[in-house]
């Protein structure tokens, strides 16, 4: 057993959103290792950070949340191995939603899109090409520095209110600030709102992605629950958030991405449309703002736990090998959570060159280019970045052909020859 360490954290007694002490417990994790905190070599024996991983709900504002709070350096800023542009999936999706925003909002050279956790460029370099000034704002050092490298001015910071603040003196306000996949990892919900009310012109739009709790909860994608994730977001929490600050959710789209995302249009003035009022009342009828809507989520959490760990224990009793493919976030629970290490399976296949040569937090299996699967030939892929499951599939073709089997994990454990 590998020593552990408890890292820099605050364990919340209140709501990050409004500030209720009415916190319902909803699943326990256990103490896992820190998603995308892979190991070298020079770590692989070194003492790893755990950390608690609780979920609760707030009973005043419906916001589900985990209790624990890493310090955020210690999530993003060391040697952080998340590049947004290693996924296909990924780029055809963002570069969709670039060319939409372009085509409503009628941009051009005279207009600004700031984004905030803007990874390596993926999504600004589609309005960099068109003609219109971007800015990002990312902590990450290697992916703010190849957002740089291709041409997309990037502060190396966090966004914050200061900061908004800040580039509002220095007339630098947005006509559309984006935010993908970035709302959950903010500490400071309320700090973090109140500065795109302040980098927002006035009949500028903020355009949010974030994952939807209720596919979460109905397709029991549990492992997406992780550090780097502090907030799960409902409609019903996340029109309190906003217009406690001057803003308001005036349009939604429902995505298939990552398993289930909002696609949020904010702005400073009220005129929400049916897609909004549509999923309220939905909401409201599923009972998402009432904490017995979450009460068998743990236990079918577990009963997933028990046929995955079945399915894999059946397939190695019968001498077959399987290897991992997808290093990603949501692996690091998955595993943990299950208790999936090299009794199962033989390591990670991983496209992103950054994360190849490097361990997996927790169990320590070694992460390698796709291109050990024709050496090593295992019999089964167990599918852990499952979110991409088609794109994973469609480039193992070859291993397909020659009857390698797929395994995919959520929402019931599921062999797809």
Known sequence: MRETVEPPLEIISACRSCGGKRLAHILGLGATPLADRLLTEQTLNSPEPHAPLDLV??????LVQITATVAPDVLFCNDYPYYSSVSPTLMNHFGASASSIM????????SLVVEAASNDGYMLRHFKEAGIPVLGIDPAEGP????IAHGIPTHKTF???????????????????LANNVLAHVADLNGFVAGIRSVLKDNGVAVIEAPYLVDLINHLEFDTIYHQHLCYFSVTALTVLFQRHGLFLNRVQRTPIHGGSLRLFV???????????????????????RSSYYTKFGDEVATLRAALMSLLSD???????????????KANTLMSYCGIDHQHLKFIADKNPFKQGRYMSGNGLSICDPERISQDRPDYLLILAWNFADEIMSQQEEFRQRGGKFIVPLPTPQIVA
Do not use: H, W
Request: proline share 3%; charged share 35%; hydrophobic share 35%.
């Open 57 to 62: 709900f707030c009973e005043d504002c419906s």
């Open 103 to 110: 085509n409503e909002r009628m941009l051009g050279p005279d």
């Open 144 to 147: 703010a520095n190849r957002a």
């Open 159 to 177: 966004f914050s209110r200061k900061l908004a603040e800040a580039l509002r003196e220095g007339d630098q306000t947005a006509d559309v600030f």
């Open 267 to 289: 702005e400073p003035y009220d005129a929400r449309d049916e897609s909004v009022t549509r999923l309220l009342n939905s909401e409201r009828e599923l009972g998402v703002d």
């Open 315 to 329: 397939v190695c009793a019968d001498n077959k090998t399987i290897a991992g493919y997808g290093a990603a976030a």
